[in-house]
Every structure is written in structure tokens, then in C-alpha cells.
């Protein structure tokens, strides 16, 4: 009976500290990436026909709908810019009291330069006919993941960026891998965020 009890008092304490590495693994990758974009030039305004700035998602856009991808616009009058990349992130997995991970949503890159919206609900061949690309998901999928929040509200952040230069991989990319490719290469970005519970 001591020998369960160690055993399981064991197990609790090693799920504690697991978790307490997760979550702030999670706020330094957050961290990171928000001082990044401190370095970039806030100039794209973001906007979508589907949700107010700050305000909830549509249904129709998390799992509890059809899952598709929300409609987005953005404006720019910047010269050079050759392509456009959208990150979607949920910072807040699995509640944003104690978040554990980051989840990348939506990964799309080498929208051209003409490109300044998305239509809701936009399929991969809208998007092939657009010119633009899909990356990996946090689930590995070449697809929009739609908000399904386990616990309380998450923020979801929708940022357009704009190049100077289309992005080349050997590989399908995920988040990280765009992130590490357009750096150096942002003329400017925006972002957009909606909320779900």
C-alpha cells in the first residue's frame, strides 16, 4: 500500500513539474515573439467581415460550426512588397489562467502582392487560384484550425504580414519554420484578434 501511495504521489509530482516547465516554455516562446514584433513597423490594418476587432468569433468559424477559416482584409500602400504571409496563434492553450503550449491555427504564405483579402470559409483551391500557400498547422495539417477552446476564453491573433520577397522551402513549413524565413524580410504587419469560449 506504501509502495502505491509513493508510486502515485511520484506520478503527481512529476505531472506538477512537467507542467510547470510547459507553461513557462510557453510564456518565453510568447515573449519572444512579442518582442519580435516590437521590432517591426505596425502598419497594415487588419480587419475581417466576419468578427469585430476584439469582439467573438462566429460559430460558424470554431469547431462548434463548419470550422471554416474567418474572412480577412488588409491595406497597405508600402512599396516593395512582393507577398504576404497570415500566422494565426492561440497563446492561451489549454486556459489562459495556465497556459501550457502555443497553437499555430492557420499558416499561409506567398500570398502575392495583389492579394489584400481572403473570402470566409477560403478552400484550398480559392487559395491555390490566389496564389498563396498553406503551411502546417500545430496538428501537422495543411489546413484552418477553427477555435475549441477546453477551458474559459482564448485570444486568437490573426497577423498579416508583408514581404519584400516570396519565401522558399525545401519542405512544407510550419509556423516556426515562416517565422525563421521572413525575418529580415517584413516591411511592415498587422493584426487582428478575436475571442472564443
Known amino acids: ?4 501511495l509513493r508510486i502515485l504521489l511520484g506520478v503527481v509530482v512529476v505531472s506538477g513539474l512537467l507542467a510547470i516547465g510547459l507553461h513557462f516554455y510557453a510564456r518565453s516562446k510568447r515573449t519572444q515573439e512579442t518582442d519580435y514584433h516590437l521590432t517591426l513597423k505596425k502598419t497594415l490594418t487588419v480587419t ?10 462566429p460559430v460558424n468559424c470554431t469547431c462548434k460550426g463548419q470550422e471554416v477559416s474567418p474572412a480577412l ?19 492561451d ?7 501550457l503550449f502555443n497553437l499555430s491555427h492557420w499558416v499561409v504564405y506567398n500570398l502575392p502582392d495583389v492579394v ?21 498547422n500545430g496538428a501537422g495539417a495543411l489546413a484552418y484550425i477553427g477555435p475549441c477552446p477546453p477551458v474559459g476564453r482564448h485570444a486568437y491573433i490573426f497577423r498579416v504580414y508583408a514581404l519584400d520577397q516570396a ?8 509556423k516556426q519554420a515562416v517565422l525563421n524565413a521572413m525575418k529580415g524580410h517584413v516591411l511592415a504587419y498587422g493584426e487582428l484578434t478575436g475571442y472564443f469560449q
Open 116 to 136: 489584400h483579402s481572403l473570402p470566409e470559409g477560403v478552400s484550398a483551391e480559392q487559395m491555390r487560384m490566389l496564389g498563396g500557400k498553406t503551411g502546417k
Open 73 to 91: 482584409n488588409w491595406d497597405s500602400d508600402i512599396p516593395g512588397i512582393e507577398s504576404y504571409v497570415i500566422l494565426t496563434t492561440d497563446y
Open 48 to 57: 475581417s467581415s466576419s468578427f469585430p476587432p476584439g469582439g467573438d468569433m
Open 167 to 174: 519565401l522558399t522551402f525545401e519542405e512544407t513549413p510550419d
Open 1 to 4: 500500500m506504501r509502495l502505491l
Open 93 to 99: 492553450v489549454p486556459t489562459p489562467a495556465f497556459p
